[in-house]
């Protein structure tokens, strides 16, 4: 009776399954594009993450970093806002940066690391090359996930959005932690894959392989042939 009972479930479970799936192609009308912490402080060599450091400790810790964002990486942001702008997908920013001056609305996490954005500062401002447009949406916060310190779930449902594309900084720590939050809610993510960088090639090869069970993957490419064709 046992062995029978685990059989019926296991039977109704892959027949439950075999109706759902991450693999949907975008639709540009329930989508969104959100760009992840593409700021000056992370993502311009003057950025505030990296103003105490020497050239020589510049050069060790974020050389390879800053030559495949500004080589491959960011362009290949612009490619992907470019087409989803021309097919009518939202384009969406979030920011790290505080909602006061003296950051006294952060996480206790962020505190305790030490970085502050202050509001309305140049840190806070998305890097000129992805400047948004006068309607497009950019949100700040001050946690790791921007579905923690921010209301993006709130306006994401009143956009009726259903499939969220993810592009941004850094990819094993805000990047993974929007995708987990965003399933979690019920969105189906796509992230692109060489859209996201972080600080070596090994932990982003890591994180890819670590959250490809929560998203779907496309290059940055396969994700403009796809919203063209859509």
């Known amino acids: 009776m046992v062995r029978l009972t685990w059989q019926c479930s296991k039977s109704v479970y892959e027949k439950y399954n075999m109706n759902l799936t991450r693999n949907i192609p975008i639709k540009p009308d329930d989508s969104v594009l959100l760009f992840i912490d593409v700021q ?97 949406i950019v949100l700040p916060k001050t946690s790791s996930s921007v579905f923690v310190s921010t209301h993006i779930d709130y306006i994401l449902r009143n956009l009726g959005v259903k499939q969220l594309i993810i592009s941004g900084l850094i990819t094993d720590q805000c990047v993974e932690s929007a995708i987990r939050d965003a399933c979690d809610l019920g969105y189906l993510v796509t992230q692109v894959s060489d859209a996201c960088l972080t600080y070596s090639d090994d932990r982003h090869s890591n994180s890819l392989q670590a959250i490809k069970g929560y998203c779907r993957q496309l290059t940055s490419q396969e994700l403009i042939e796809e919203i063209s064709n859509a």
């Not at 400790?57 to 974020?62: A, I, M, P, V």
């Not at 384009?91 to 505080?98: F, R």
């Not at 609305?105 to 998305?126: A, E």
């Open 40 to 136: 000056n402080f992370s993502a311009h060599r003057q950025g505030a993450e990296f103003a105490d450091l020497s050239e020589a400790e510049f050069q060790e810790k974020y050389a390879w970093y800053f030559d495949e964002l500004e080589s491959h990486v960011i362009p290949k942001m612009k490619a992907i806002q470019l087409e989803c702008r021309k097919a009518g997908v939202e384009v969406m920013y979030t920011t790290i940066e505080s909602l006061t001056l003296d950051g006294r609305d952060r996480s206790l996490d962020y505190k305790i690391t030490g970085f502050n954005v202050p509001k309305g500062s140049w840190d806070g401002k998305v890097i000129d090359v992805l400047s948004p447009n006068e309607d497009e």
